[in-house]
C-alpha cells in the first residue's frame, strides 16, 4: 500500500472477520490496536498506526512499512552475532520493551519475528495483540525519563550509560556487577555454566536449516518465561509481571549470541519442560562463553533468571518494583554506551539492498 503522489509505502495489515472470530481473536486485535493509539506518533521504538478501517468480510489497519524484514530473518542470515552488535540490538530492543511498559502494557509475545527492522536496520516492535494492560504507570517510567534521571543521579553527565553497579551475579558465571546479591539456591547462581568439555549434548541442527524448523513451528514457546507457563499450568501462586518480556529478552540474546535458543526441544512440548527446569538445562556451550567478556555473561544471567530477582524485579523483598530499563542502563555491561545516540547512528548489521519486506504478517 502507498501514496505514489507522495512516495510513501505502508504495510497494510489484513484480518479476515471470519477467521478472527473462529480462532479467538478479537481481544488480540482490539489489544493492539488500543496500544498503538495510546503511543505517541514519535514513538520510535514502535511500528506506528496510520489508520484502520473495514469493510464487510475484512479489518484492516495501515501500518509503518518496515522494509529490513524481522529480527528473524537477519538470525537466519547471519546465524549468529558478534558481542557488539547483540549489545545494539539488545539496547535498541530495551528501549522499544521498555516503551511499552510506560504505556502500561506488558507485551508477552517478545520474539524475533516481532521485532522489525527499518531501511538503516534499526530495531522497533510489532505485533502488540498479546499485550496487557497493568495498571497506570508514572511518566516517569518513559525510557527517555529515565534516561534523563540517571544522568542528573550522577551529577548531570553527558551522553552514554551513567556508570554504576549492575545487578550481577556472582561466582561461577564470571559476574562483575554488584548489587543484590543471589544466594546458593537463587535464580541463578548459576545455570549459565558452560557446558563441560565432551559432555553429551542433543543434536542441534545448524544455522538457516535450525531456524528454518524453529520458525514452521506454530506457537513456538522457546521465548516464554517459566512463570508464565507456571501459571498457565494452574500452578497456584503463578502470576507474572511486566519482568516476563525482560526473560524474553534474554532468550533472544542468548540466541544471538549462541545461534540456538537455550531450551529448544525437537518438540514444544519438550520445550516447555525445560523452560520449566530452566535452572538445570540452562547452559553456555564453552566454546561460546570463552569468546563472551564477563559483563556480557552477567548481562544476560540478570535476564535469565528467576521472576525474583531478575531484571525489573521486586526490589529486595519488598512490593515496589524497580524500572527494568534503568536496571539495563546501570548495568556494567553497557558502561560508556551510548543511550542517547543510538537510534541516530546507523545500524551495525542493515539490511541488504532491497530489504526483506517488513510489515506486519496476514
Known sequence: AGDPERGQIFALKSMKKEMMVLKNQVGHVRAERDVLATADDDNRWLTVLHSSFQDETHLYMVMEYMPGGDLMSLLMREDTFSEEATKFFMAE?????????????????????????????????????????????????????????????????????????????????????????????????????????????????????????????????????????????????????????????????????????????????????????????????????????????DFLSCLLAGPESRIGSQRNGTTEFENGFAQVVRHPWFRGFDWDGVADRDGLLPPPPGGGGGGPKK
Request: proline share 6%; net charge neutral; glycine share 14%.
Open 93 to 297: 530492543a530495551a528501549h522499544a520493551i521498555s516503551s511499552v511498559h510506560a504505556l502500561g502494557y506488558i507485551h508477552r509475545d517478545i520474539k524475533p519475528d516481532n521485532m522489525l527492522l527499518d531501511a538503516r536496520g534499526h530495531l522497533k516492535l510489532t505485533d502488540l495483540g498479546l499485550c496487557k494492560k497493568v495498571g497506570e504507570v508514572s511518566p516517569g517510567d518513559h525510557p527517555e525519563m529515565v534516561l534523563e534521571a540517571l544522568r542528573n543521579e550522577m551529577g548531570g553527565g553527558g551522553r552514554g550509560a551513567p556508570s554504576g553497579s549492575g545487578r550481577g551475579v556472582a561466582g561461577g558465571a564470571g559476574g562483575t556487577g554488584s548489587g543484590k546479591h543471589r544466594g546458593p539456591g537463587d535464580a541463578m547462581a548459576m545455570s549459565i555454566d558452560a557446558s563441560p568439555s565432551g559432555s553429551q549434548r542433543p543434536e542441534m541442527p545448524k544455522g538457516k536449516a535450525r531456524r528454518e524448523m524453529a520458525y514452521s513451528t506454530v506457537g513456538t514457546p522457546d521465548y516464554i518465561a517459566p512463570e508464565v507457563l507456571a501459571a498457565q499450568n494452574g500452578a497456584s501462586g503463578y502470576s507474572y509481571t511486566c519482568a516476563v518480556d525482560w526473560w524474553s529478552l534474554g532468550v533472544i540474546m542468548y540466541e544471538c549470541l549462541v545461534g540456538y535458543t537455550p531450551f529448544y526441544a525437537e518438540d514444544p512440548v519438550t520445550t516447555c519442560r525445560k523452560i520449566l527446569r530452566w535452572r538445570q538445562c540452562l547452559e553456555i556451550p564453552a566454546e561460546t562463553k570463552a569468546q563472551l567478556t564477563h559483563e556480557c555473561i
